[in-house]
């Protein structure tokens, strides 16, 4: 992820702060809907940077009836944002309202929160509506001198918006989970090498690669990062990936060298995430 702008970060030092007490108050009140997407408006402008006549749209009108509030840049909807009450517990239906209402705009993304609690979803429309949650966060526990709270508050700010971040996010995301490696590892290349080095650690003995396939499914590898529909699509796309790339015949060594070192990632990668 790109470096945070100076003005993002120092916005978040006085209004990330300031807001954690307005909604810990709030909550206090157990103020209505009304008054929280009040709150939200304001988190909105103060905290993400949008400006408040221009691009943050309430009551957003979509097929006879409205989302709370929307997100707009230009033509453009970036997200749809469904408020509830900020002592409602947020739950399944009230993501599929928000969902419906993106799925006839069009739109990617939709945030579901009660002020406290925020969840990013990603919409998809292909054969059918299907929705991923990319994030989940309760506001009044960010850290506004963290790095990586910070880098998750920025995936919603105006300038991130502008910058695609939170759909290079996503496809990081899709690419690197517990599915996608899970899929990986059950590959013939992983199996294979797998193989080898059994051989490795006990010599002449005899093993299949079925054997060990069997062995990553059934008794290393959790039933839900096989089994689940989740692991189905991360599989496809693996399958789909082998298809396309076919994997580039490794350099001869010769025999009394030692194993090639594994390949490294720049230090510090998992944290631009």
């Not at 509030?69 to 599929?96: F, N, Q, S």
């Not at 059918?128 to 920025?154: A, G, M, P, V, W």
Request: a positive charge.
């Amino acid at each position: 992820m790109p470096a945070i702008p100076a003005t993002v970060s120092k916005r978040f030092s006085t209004s990330v702060p300031k807001f954690k007490k307005v909604l810990e108050q709030a909550r206090e009140r157990d103020v209505n809907e009304s008054d929280t997407v009040t709150i939200i408006t304001d988190i909105l402008e103060e905290v993400f940077g949008f400006d408040k006549y221009s691009e943050i749209t309430r009551e957003y009108a979509i097929q006879g009836t409205y989302c709370d509030l929307a997100i707009k840049t230009g033509k453009r909807i970036e997200y749809l944002i469904e408020v509830k009450a900020i002592g409602i517990d947020l739950k399944e239906p009230h993501l599929r309202q928000a969902i419906n209402y993106a799925a006839h705009e069009g739109i990617r993304w939709v945030v579901l929160t009660n002020g406290l609690i925020w969840q990013v979803h990603r919409v998809t429309l292909e054969d059918r509506i299907s929705t991923t949650k990319l994030i989940e966060f309760d506001f009044t526990e960010i850290n506004h001198r963290k790095k990586e709270d910070q880098e998750i508050l920025f995936l919603l700010c105006k300038r991130g918006v502008s910058k695609d971040l939170i759909d290079e996010f996503y496809e990081y995301r899709q690419s690197v989970n517990r599915y996608s490696i899970a899929a990986l590892l059950q590959t013939e290349p992983v199996v294979n090498s797998v193989r080898r080095e059994l051989k490795r650690i006990k010599d002449g003995i005899k093993v299949t690669t079925e054997e060990i396939q069997t062995l990553i499914a059934n008794e290393i590898l959790k039933r839900d990062v096989v089994e689940s529909d989740a692991a189905k699509e991360a599989n496809k796309l693996v399958q789909k990936a082998f298809k396309k790339k076919p994997r580039a015949k490794p350099k001869t060594r010769d025999k009394d060298q030692g194993a090639p070192e594994a390949n490294k990632l720049p230090e510090n990668y998992w944290s631009q995430f």
